[in-house]
Nanobody
């Protein structure tokens, strides 16, 4: 059973915007911690943003001021609003446990990564 489903990716021109969605199972969403990651073929996966309880979200330097992570409890969904996209943002985006939260996620049934959603920024 999939614990998270990522969606919202697509092709967008430089400077454009996309909103990604991470629909999580109740078990996962109730942990109240989530992170977005991205991976380019041939490179390691890197964290983009994380949100933990009601703490101030944190972002990788390369997306600060452009991306916003948020959570909708009514929909068990975590969003990643991406503005002013750059070609370097092209990647497959995933949601999963923030660093240090992997054990809780495994206990809740999150044992594999989701399929991710592809974001392509190109003119």
């Amino acid at each position: 059973q999939e614990q998270v489903v990522e969606s919202g990716g697509g092709l967008v021109q430089p400077g454009g915007s996309l909103r990604l969605s991470c629909s999580a199972s109740t078990n996962i969403f109730n942990i109240k911690a989530m992170a977005w990651f991205r991976q380019v073929a041939g490179k390691e996966r890197e964290m983009v943003a994380r949100i933990i309880y009601d703490q101030t979200p944190t972002y990788a330097d390369f997306v600060k001021g452009r991306f916003t992570i948020s959570r909708d409890s009514t929909k068990s969904t975590v969003y990643l609003q991406m503005n002013n996209l750059e070609p370097e943002d092209t990647a497959v985006y995933y949601c999963n446990a923030p660093p240090g939260w992997e054990r809780q996620f495994r206990r809740a049934g999150m044992n594999v990564w989701g399929k991710g959603t592809l974001v392509t920024v190109s003119s």
